[in-house]
């Protein structure tokens, strides 16, 4: 199939849930994305906050296909080595003590939501337990997850959701108290809101969930699905608020783009017992041989340093950018997930863009998103701003 052909049937035989860009990517390498025409872009997408290593990472590559020679799957009854070597190396990045794989964010959201409520079933005996989650968040697209998604777009259409979750304004912690009773199981939020507009968390707002749920034995719920791994300089980005949740989701680069999510527990929030939860895939030792490599790559690459070092640098290039015109109304984020703020909707930008060679994504209809590969250099800064400027400055 050429390139139209593979669109044009695209077009019929897949739902369509997404307005798709009419370009067939083929092959990437590093920071570079090809596709079927050849054409070359720079990649500030990564997958949407996936490929944290970058494109055909040799290690990487070498890692999956030796499991690949060896075994791909073997169900939960039995233990593979790969998962728990992953778990382990998982554990030891965030402090949990836990771990529960499954396939994607949504399923960890879903995984970390049937524990909450299990662990208050546990206290209490009770049924009828609510959860606490932030307008604006994104916490993914089964109708458990949806249900905490607080974005009426997304969810109007596939009313009745879950029972019992109420919405809070992010970064207002009596708002949250407000909606707080007898019956709160769990709060949950993205330490930085990703899909709703790259909003941080303020460390006043976080720090006092953190005590909220102390003084009440509510169990704080961190969806580090997009802003974990990395992507602000600290492994998680809850790490840099020094807060520690009893739940936490992670996915997107966990598998640097092979399909892996988990959830993690404390020892003291771990509520599931046998029968209560599972996946077939779940854990699988493919996704799992890809996790652990990613870990050690993490280390013997420094990413978390290379993060720290050219996110301070993106920050201060978008700054002036954003100084210089007045259509960008914020600039927001930290690390390696930034945002700017338009006045006016960021699509013809993002399309200007990627003609030019240049891969950007939105987080709603005017905010540019910038959620590249861990391991790009200044020298990707400067190459990606020299094609934005021209375009935001006309
Ligand atoms: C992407 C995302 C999800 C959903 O993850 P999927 O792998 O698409 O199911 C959940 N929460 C956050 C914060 C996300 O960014």
Partial sequence: MNTQEIINQGEVCLLHTYN????????????????????????????????????????????????????????NYFYNEPSVSAAKKLCRASGMDRVFFCNSGTEAIEGAMKNALRYAYNKDGQNGHEIIAMQHSFHGRSLGALSLTGNAHYQDPFRPLLGGVHFAEFNNLDSV???VNERTCAIILEPVQGEGGIYPATPEFLQGLRALCDEKDILLICDEIQCGMGR?????????????????????????????????TTEKAAALAP???????????????????????????HVLENVQKVGAYLYEKLDELAAANDKILAHRGVGLIQGLEFSVPVAPIIQEARDNGLILINAGTNILRFVPPLIITEEHVDEMMKILTPIVMK
Wanted: hydrophobic share 40%; glycine share 12%.
């Fill in 20 to 75: 798709r860009y009419p370009v067939v990517l083929d092959h990437g390498e590093g920071v570079y994305l090809y596709d079927t025409e050849g054409k070359k872009y720079l990649d500030f997408c990564a997958g949407i906050a996936v490929f944290a290593l970058g494109y055909n990472q040799p290690e990487f590559n070498e890692a999956v296909k030796g499991q690949l020679d060896k075994i791909v799957h073997t169900s």
């Fill in 177 to 179: 108290k407000s909606l």
């Fill in 232 to 264: 602000t300089g600290s492994m998680f980005a809850c790490e840099r608020y020094g807060v520690k949740p009893d739940i936490m989701a992670v996915a997107k680069a966990l598998g640097c783009g092979l399909p892996i999510g988990a959830f993690l």
């Fill in 275 to 301: 029968g209560d939860h599972g996946s077939t895939y779940g854990g699988n030792p493919l996704v799992c041989a890809a996790a652990d490599k990613v870990f050690d790559l993490y280390e013997s690459l």
